[in-house]
C-alpha cells in the first residue's frame, strides 16, 4: 500500500482509499444558509456565521485557521447533476467562515483544486481537477487573497506542484516521479512564483509525502526506507531509516523541533503506521501500535496530540475513514463524530478537532469544530441540499503536537 501525506495529504489520501467527496470569480453563492456578520470586538466570528472579505482580520489569521473550498454542484445517487458554482472560504478557530470569493457554475475555477495556502497568508495555490494526479505539463493557478488577482503558469512535463516552501512561501516545492513504486527515484525541486526553476533539491527512492521543517531550511521527504533529509537549499543531509520499513513512509508534519511524524508500511500490518523519526538520525520509536486488522482501525496515517490525549486518523473497510483515542496503555478507543459516517482530521488547536465529515446517505461533505472530550461540535461549513460540500481543506501551515 503506497501512502503519502504531508502537503499532498488530501489528494494521495482520495486516492488511495477512494473518498468519495472529491469529486473567474462570478456573482452566485451557493444555497447556505448562515448570518452575515461583520467581525466583533474578538476579531472572529462565531460558529453559523458569514462574513465578508473585508471582515477579515488579516492580523491575526494563522495556527487554527484554514482555507476551504466548497462547491455547490449537486450530484450522488439517484440525484439530476446541475453545475453549481464554487467558494473559497477562510475559517477561524472559533467556527465562523468568511466568503471570499465564489466563483459562477460552469466557470474554469469551479474545475480547480485548492492545493496550498503560503505561509504570510496571501496567496492560495490551485491546479485544475484533471490535472491533480499526473499530467504532461500542469498548470498552477496563484489566487491573491486580498485582491483576488489571479496569476498562473505552467510546469514541465511530468512535474507536478507539492505546496509553497516555508515559512513565507516565496517558492513552489515540485516533484516529478513521486509515488510510483517503492523502487523508483522521485526529484525535488524549487520554483519561483512565477514558474522558474530555483534549484533542484535531490532525488530519493520511493518519494514519498513531503513535510517542510518550520523554518524551511529543511524538509523531510518520504521515502522506501524511512526518512530522507533534505536541505532547502539543495543536497542529501541524511537517511533516517524507520525499523522494519522496506516498502514506503510518508512525512506527515514535524511533531518538533527535532522530530518528523511520519506514516509507514511496516512488516504484515493491515495498514500504515505512525513513528516519531528524529532528525539527527537516532532510533525512531513508534507513536502508534501496528494494527492487525481486528478492529475498527486498520493503520493510522496522521496524529495530534491535544490537551486531551492522542487522536489518530485511521483508515477502515470499504474506504472510510475513522478517529481513534490512542491511551499510553490499552486498546484504541474509537471517537464517534455526529452526522458522520467517515471522519478525517484536518486541523487542531489545544482542545478542538476540526473534521471533515462524510455521510453515504447525504452526497457531501461538511466541515466542523469537534471537541472531544466534551463532545460539544460547532458547525463551520455546513451542507446545501445534495451539494458536494467540502471538496478540499488547506489549514494554515501545520506543526507540533498542539
Not at 106 to 134: C, H, I, K
Not at 212 to 234: F, K, M
Not at 338 to 344: K, Q
Amino acid at each position: 500500500m503506497r501512502i503519502a501525506t504531508g502537503l499532498r495529504r488530501r489528494r494521495a489520501l482520495t486516492a488511495a482509499v477512494a473518498v468519495a467527496a472529491t469529486a473567474g470569480i462570478g456573482l452566485s453563492v451557493p444555497a447556505i444558509a448562515a448570518q452575515a456578520h461583520a467581525a466583533g470586538s474578538s476579531g472572529m466570528l462565531v460558529a453559523n456565521e458569514t462574513g465578508s472579505p473585508a471582515a477579515v482580520p488579516w492580523n491575526r489569521v494563522g495556527p487554527g485557521w484554514t482555507l476551504a473550498l466548497y462547491s455547490a454542484t449537486q450530484g450522488g445517487e439517484n440525484i439530476t447533476p446541475k453545475a453549481g458554482p464554487s467558494t473559497l472560504y477562510l475559517v477561524d478557530p472559533a467556527g465562523g467562515r468568511y466568503r471570499l470569493f465564489t466563483w459562477a457554475a460552469r466557470s474554469r475555477q469551479t474545475q480547480w483544486y485548492l492545493l496550498a495556502w503560503s505561509g504570510d497568508t496571501r496567496r492560495a495555490m490551485f491546479v485544475p481537477n484533471s490535472e491533480l494526479y499526473g499530467s504532461a505539463h500542469q498548470q498552477v493557478f496563484q489566487l491573491q487573497l486580498r485582491t483576488g488577482k489571479i496569476s498562473s503558469f505552467t510546469l514541465p512535463a511530468n512535474v507536478s506542484a507539492v505546496g509553497y516552501t516555508r515559512p513565507d512561501g516565496l517558492n513552489i516545492l515540485a516533484e516529478r516521479g513521486a509515488n510510483i513504486a517503492p523502487t523508483a527515484t522521485g526529484s525535488l525541486m524549487r520554483f519561483s512564483l512565477t514558474g522558474h526553476l530555483v534549484k533542484r533539491l535531490g532525488t530519493v527512492q520511493g518519494l514519498g509525502a513531503v513535510a517542510y521543517q518550520p523554518t524551511g531550511t529543511e524538509l523531510a521527504a518520504g521515502s522506501q526506507h524511512g526518512i530522507t533529509l533534505i536541505s532547502n537549499a539543495g543536497g542529501l543531509i541524511r537517511r533516517l531509516p524507520v525499523p522494519g520499513v522496506s516498502d514506503e513512509c510518508g512525512a506527515v508534519r514535524w511533531w518538533s523541533a527535532g522530530t518528523i511524524l511520519a506514516t509507514c508500511s511496516v512488516g504484515n500490518a493491515a495498514g500504515p503506521q505512525l513513528w516519531l523519526v528524529p532528525a539527527n538520525g537516532a532510533r525512531p520509536t513508534a507513536l502508534t501500535p501496528a494494527r492487525r486488522g481486528t478492529d475498527f482501525d486498520l493503520g493510522d496515517f496522521n496524529a495530534w496530540k491535544l490537551s486531551s490525549g492522542l487522536y489518530v486518523d485511521g483508515l477502515s473497510g470499504c474506504g472510510t475513514l475513522v478517529i481513534g483515542k490512542q491511551p499510553a496503555r490499552g486498546p484504541e478507543q474509537q471517537i464517534r463524530v455526529p452526522g458522520a459516517d467517515s471522519s478525517l482530521i484536518v486541523n487542531a488547536t489545544r482542545s478542538q478537532l476540526q473534521i471533515e465529515r462524510f455521510s453515504e446517505c447525504v452526497p457531501g461533505v461538511s466541515l466542523v469544530w469537534f471537541n472531544p472530550a466534551t463532545h460539544a461540535m460547532k458547525v463551520a461549513i455546513p451542507l446545501g441540499h445534495n451539494q458536494h460540500g467540502v471538496v478540499a481543506v488547506v489549514p494554515y501551515f501545520i506543526s507540533g503536537k498542539f
